[in-house]
C-alpha cells in the first residue's frame, strides 16, 4: 500500500471551509484514498473515499489530481466539534491492515 | 443500531496482572480487527478474526498477547503478566466482510489500558 504524508498540524476559523492535504505519489492504480478522523481519542471515523473522480458526501468533499499523486479533504465549513486528527490512507480491495500515520490535527479556533 | 460496542472503556492493571478486554462487532459483522494506540501515534495493526478463526496475527506480540473471537459472544483481546508498556488505547474495528473497499471498518469508542 501507498506511502501518505499529512501536515502534522493545522488551524482553521469556524465556519470557514478546511482544506487538508495528502500526498500519496506512489499509489497504483488500483489503490483507493480513503479519510478517517479521531475525535478527541475515540475510535477513527470514516469520511470518505475515493478513487480518481471527486468525491461528495454529508460529511466532506474529496478532490484527487489528475495524476492521483496527491488529495484534498475539504470540510466547507468547519466547526469546533471538527476539531480532531484526520488520517489519509490508501488502500487496495481486500486491505485490512489500515496503516494509520500521525495524521494531520485540525484545530478550528472559534 | 448500535456501533462496535468495546469494555472497560478504561482498565487498571498493575504489572503481572492479565488484562482483558472485550468486543461485540457491530450487527451483521463477521470480521474482528484489533489496534493498539500509543500516546501521540497513529493506531497500529495487531490482529484479524474471523469467528473461531485467527487470520492474521502478524502485528501482535509473541507472548503474553493472545485474541479470540468465538462462536458465541464477544471477541476478547487477553493481555498476560502486563506491563508499563502495555498502558496504551486498545480499538475494535469490525466489518462485513474482508476489510477494504466497501467493507469499511467501523470503529469503537476503544478500551484505554493503564498499567500501574
Known amino acids: 500500500d501507498a506511502k501518505t504524508t499529512q501536515p502534522p498540524s493545522m488551524d482553521c476559523a469556524e465556519g470557514r471551509a478546511a482544506n487538508l492535504p495528502c500526498n500519496h505519489s506512489?499509489?497504483?492504480?488500483?489503490?483507493?484514498v480513503y479519510w478517517y478522523r479521531q475525535i478527541h481519542s475515540q475510535g477513527p471515523q470514516y469520511i470518505i473515499h475515493?478513487?480518481?473522480n471527486n468525491e461528495t458526501n454529508e460529511m466532506a468533499s474529496l478532490i484527487i489530481t489528475e495524476d492521483r499523486k496527491s488529495s484534498t479533504l475539504i470540510l466547507p465549513h468547519a466547526t469546533l466539534r471538527d476539531t480532531a486528527v484526520y488520517y489519509c490512507?490508501?488502500?487496495?480491495?481486500?486491505?485490512?491492515?489500515?496503516?494509520f500515520g500521525t495524521g494531520t490535527r485540525l484545530k478550528v479556533l472559534a | 443500531n448500535a456501533g462496535v460496542m468495546q469494555n472497560p472503556r478504561h482498565l487498571v492493571r498493575r504489572r503481572g496482572q492479565e488484562a482483558r478486554l472485550r468486543c461485540s462487532p457491530m450487527k451483521g459483522h463477521s470480521h474482528v480487527y484489533w489496534y493498539r494506540q500509543l500516546p501521540e501515534e497513529g493506531l497500529k495493526f495487531m490482529v484479524y478474526?474471523?469467528?473461531?478463526?485467527?487470520?492474521?496475527e502478524s502485528g501482535m506480540p509473541k507472548e503474553r498477547f493472545s485474541a479470540e473471537f468465538p462462536k458465541e459472544g464477544p471477541s476478547i483481546l487477553r493481555i498476560q503478566q502486563v506491563v508499563r508498556g502495555d498502558s496504551a488505547a486498545y480499538f475494535c474495528?469490525?466489518?462485513?466482510?474482508?476489510?477494504?473497499?466497501?467493507?469499511?471498518?467501523?470503529f469503537g469508542p476503544g478500551t484505554r489500558l493503564t498499567v500501574l
Open positions: 475515493g478513487l480518481k
Open positions: 490512507i490508501a488502500l487496495t480491495s481486500g486491505t485490512y491492515k489500515y496503516i
Open positions: 478474526l474471523q469467528k473461531e478463526n485467527i487470520i492474521d
Open positions: 506512489t499509489i497504483s492504480g488500483n489503490e483507493y
Open positions: 474495528a469490525s466489518s462485513a466482510d474482508r476489510g477494504g473497499l466497501y467493507n469499511e471498518q467501523f
